[in-house]
């Protein structure tokens, strides 16, 4: 089954943190991609640009709005994801336990609904 484990943390905490921090950060990630790879676990994954580049799409009776966003009232953003293919949810918990940024922020489960029709 498919899970997408969505890395959330603190914007502002993270960019304190100096830049050899979060290059380790991000080179545990991309270890953490090849192992997942190896294990034929890897589908995707990568960070997000900051929620400053952000856009909100909406539509309502028809018309879109565009708005810079987001503005949700939050301490932690959506930092970046890892797409993976594990047997169930307690393997994928084992793997969300790999992810560097549950050190730092939250690191949300969710399994991907699949549906008929997509290419």
């Not at 799409?57 to 949700?72: E, L």
Request: net charge negative; no cysteine; aromatic share 6%.
């Amino acid at each position: 089954m498919q899970y997408m484990l969505l890395v959330h943390h603190d914007e502002e905490a993270f960019m304190k943190l100096s830049e050899a921090a979060r290059r380790r950060m991000l080179d545990e990630s991309i270890e953490l991609t090849h192992q997942l790879h190896a294990s034929g676990q890897y589908l995707s994954a990568s960070p997000l640009q900051p929620t400053s580049t952000a856009a909100l799409v909406r539509v309502r009776d028809g018309k879109p709005t565009v708005t810079d966003g987001p503005f949700v009232e939050t301490k932690e953003q959506l930092a970046g994801y890892f797409l993976i293919d594990a047997g169930d949810l307690n393997e994928a918990i084992l793997i969300a336990n790999r992810v560097p940024g549950a050190r730092f922020g939250t690191v949300e489960i969710r399994p991907v609904k699949p549906v008929s029709g997509l290419p």
